[in-house]
């Protein structure tokens, strides 16, 4: 899913979970469990550590997937064209186990820019990315890439909206994968300045992604140091 350009306030937690329940083409299930604990570092930069609990088709059982560590800094509030900007390198490391369909094995390291705009009351995020991985490509793509646009507003009171599309653009080697392309939708709520949910569907429009559910929430924690 997008993210969006803005960092955390220095000195501040944020905590952004959910569950996912994916059901595949050939009808086998997953759900995951992804989770971004993001710290604020200074005005322009914060700290992400991203991980998840992942019940691959045919394992029958959550195992922690691989953890991965990034630093969002914000370049500029507003570029021509670009607007809100922010860039986003990350490495993951092979943490998760790869017998569960947890983890792939593999040490990635990835770059994710991020394009945010405000169109009077609606939020636009445009995010395109690239991963490089380590390892002989049988588990895993050597690169892949992966775009999202992204919008969504208010609804009525504490009611919003949000809606994506994005995709998965053709992998080469021996688990390369045709491109998918997958639209999501639904709505959120915001319970508290510092708490929001939202939930929606995921369907696909090109290639086979899985079709899913999902529903989970942002929670901003409060100042953790100064």
Same mark, same amino acid.
């Given at each position: 899913?997008?993210?969006?350009?803005?960092?955390?306030?220095?000195?501040?937690?944020?905590?952004?979970?959910? /569950?996912?329940? #994916?059901?595949?083409?050939?009808?086998?299930?997953?759900?995951?469990?992804? $989770?971004?604990?993001?710290?604020?570092? $200074? @005005?322009?930069?914060?700290?992400?550590?991203?991980?998840?609990?992942?019940?691959?088709?045919?394992?029958?059982?959550?195992?922690?997937? #691989?953890?991965?560590?990034?630093?969002?800094?914000?370049?500029?509030?507003?570029?021509?064209?670009?607007?809100?900007?922010?860039?986003?390198?990350?490495?993951?490391?092979?943490? /998760?186990?790869?017998?569960?369909?947890?983890?792939?094995?593999? $040490?990635?390291?990835?770059?994710?820019?991020?394009?945010?705009?405000?169109?009077? @009351?609606?939020?636009?995020?445009?995010?395109?990315?690239?991963?490089?991985?380590?390892?002989?490509?049988?588990?895993?793509?050597?690169?892949?890439?992966?775009?999202?646009?992204?919008?969504?507003? @208010?609804?009525?009171? @504490?009611?919003?909206?949000?809606?994506?599309?994005?995709?998965?653009?053709?992998?080469? /080697?021996?688990?390369?994968?045709?491109?998918?392309?997958?639209?999501?939708?639904?709505?959120?709520?915001? +319970?508290?300045?510092?708490?929001?949910?939202?939930?929606?569907?995921?369907?696909?429009?090109?290639?086979?992604?899985?079709?899913?559910?999902?529903?989970?929430?942002?929670?901003? +924690?409060?100042?953790?140091?100064?």
């Amino acid at each position: 899913m997008a993210t969006h350009a803005g960092t955390i306030a220095p000195g501040y937690l944020e905590i952004e979970t959910g /569950g996912e329940w #994916d059901r595949f083409p050939d009808r086998s299930r997953g759900f995951l469990i992804p $989770t971004v604990f993001k710290f604020g570092l $200074t @005005p322009h930069a914060q700290l992400s550590v991203f991980t998840a609990a992942v019940d691959a088709p045919g394992a029958g059982s959550l195992s922690l997937g #691989d953890l991965a560590v990034g630093a969002k800094w914000r370049l500029a509030d507003d570029m021509p064209l670009l607007g809100r900007f922010a860039v986003l390198p990350s490495i993951k490391l092979p943490t /998760g186990s790869t017998t569960s369909g947890a983890g792939t094995g593999t $040490t990635d390291v990835g770059l994710l820019l991020i394009s945010s705009h405000d169109i009077g @009351p609606v939020a636009l995020d445009i995010n395109a990315g690239y991963t490089w991985r380590s390892g002989d490509g049988s588990a895993a793509p050597h690169d892949a890439t992966v775009w999202t646009i992204s919008t969504g507003g @208010p609804a009525a009171g @504490p009611l919003g909206w949000v809606a994506e599309v994005f995709g998965y653009p053709r992998t080469t /080697g021996s688990a390369g994968q045709a491109s998918t392309v997958a639209a999501l939708f639904g709505p959120t709520l915001s +319970v508290r300045t510092w708490l929001a949910l939202d939930a929606g569907v995921i369907t696909p429009i090109a290639g086979s992604p899985p079709r899913a559910v999902y529903a989970g929430g942002v929670w901003n +924690v409060g100042r953790v140091y100064r």
